[in-house]
């Protein structure tokens, strides 16, 4: 059973940057694909960024495209979500997640374990 905590969340200023790291313990991540997920008051968890197990492969939604990096550390058992150019419409708890498939999926189905999640907030 791998588990998952994020942390690096916080209150920063639009235009401001922050770096999410999400450390797992319980299994080595080094064979899941990693996935960072968004979830804002009222609305659907939503897809951010993903990479697949060996880092080969990102993929980001569109709305974060240029501003947002995902990498993997597997040697600290880490994947973290770095953040340029936060906007307002950025605030969010988010989420990282783990899937054994392995493939940088944008759909939450496929992802096995999730984090408790992480406050992002984002003031004009």
């Known amino acids: 059973q791998v588990q998952l905590v994020e942390s690096g969340g916080g209150l920063v200023q639009a235009g401001g940057s922050l ?36 880092g080969s492969t990102t ?16 040697a600290k058992n880490t994947v973290y979500l770095q953040m340029n150019s936060l906007r307002p419409e950025d605030t969010a708890v988010y989420y990282c997640a783990a899937d054994h498939w392995g493939r940088a ?17 984002v003031s004009s």
């Open 19 to 54: 770096r999410l790291s999400c450390a797992a313990s319980g299994g080595a991540i080094s064979i899941y694909a990693m996935g960072w997920f968004r979830q804002a008051p009222g609305k659907e968890r939503d897809f951010v960024a993903a990479i697949n197990w060996k």
């Open 105 to 121: 999926d944008s759909s939450p189905g496929p992802y096995d374990y999730w984090g408790q999640g992480t406050q992002v907030t």
């Open 59 to 74: 993929n980001y939604a569109d709305s974060v495209k240029g501003r947002f990096t995902i990498s993997r550390d597997n």
